[in-house]
């Protein structure tokens, strides 16, 4: 298994530009997470999904939108990129029943 | 808002030595979780404490759990450099598989 792949691991936006940072997991997680990483801030939910065609928010959801139409894919969309989204992004994926959570490699994304 | 802190925030030791990282929470939690973080890359699942334990084992890895002082540690033994990370709990609540993450101890261990 490949685990929890995403794409790109870096990206350079412009302020206004939009994107969709990509997740896939092969293990047949329902559950799947995104979050971002800040410097000395620890993780942060942004949204999650508990199954193909249910998403909900997290903790920072603002500017950023979610979808989830298959269980492997749950792609991360910024609508109008923004320097505060500048972070290092991780997806991970949830066995359900079990809380242990596989992370992704992330991705570093600046905003300029 | 974050559910954890840890203490402290960064800690350098020398191989072999044994190794102590402090997680304070805030709320009651279903279950309590160790990852491992190496510079660069993902998060990697450690070890998992239910509410209901209050020690647990894996390999040179031990995790205490006080819900009275709604707190954790977590004991490395005989260091090693590989052991150089940061480490992060992670709480779960009753009714819900969302973790919260703490902020993290970096830990340098010192050939």
């Known amino acids: 298994n490949a685990g929890v792949t995403q794409t790109p691991k870096f990206q350079v936006l412009k302020t206004g530009q939009s994107m969709t940072l990509q997740c896939a997991q092969d293990m047949n997680h329902e559950y799947m997470s995104w979050y971002r990483q800040d410097p000395g801030m620890g993780l942060r939910l942004i949204h999650y999904s508990v199954g193909a065609g249910i998403t909900d928010q997290g903790e920072v959801p603002n500017g950023y939108n979610v979808s989830r139409s298959t269980t492997e894919d749950f792609p991360l969309r910024l609508l109008s990129a923004a320097p505060s989204q500048t972070s290092v992004y991780f997806c991970?994926?949830?066995?359900?029943?079990?809380?242990?959570?596989?992370f992704g490699p992330g991705t570093r994304l600046t905003v300029t | 808002s974050q559910q954890g802190e840890e203490d402290p925030q960064a800690l350098s030791i020398q191989e072999g030595e044994n190794a102590t990282m402090n997680c304070s929470y805030k709320?009651?939690?279903?279950?309590l979780q160790w990852y491992r973080q190496n510079s660069g890359r993902g998060l990697v699942h450690l070890i998992l404490?239910?509410?209901?334990?209050r020690e647990k084992h894996s390999g040179r890895l031990r995790v205490t759990l006080d819900t009275s002082k709604k707190s954790s540690s977590l004991l490395i033994t005989a260091s090693r450099a590989a052991d150089t990370a940061s480490y992060f709990c992670a709480t779960t609540n009753f009714g819900n598989e969302k973790l919260t993450f703490g902020t993290g101890t970096r830990l340098t261990i010192i050939p």
């Open positions: 991970a994926s949830t066995k359900d029943g079990s809380y242990e959570q596989y």
């Open positions: 404490i239910r509410s209901n334990e």
């Open positions: 709320t009651s939690i279903n279950n």
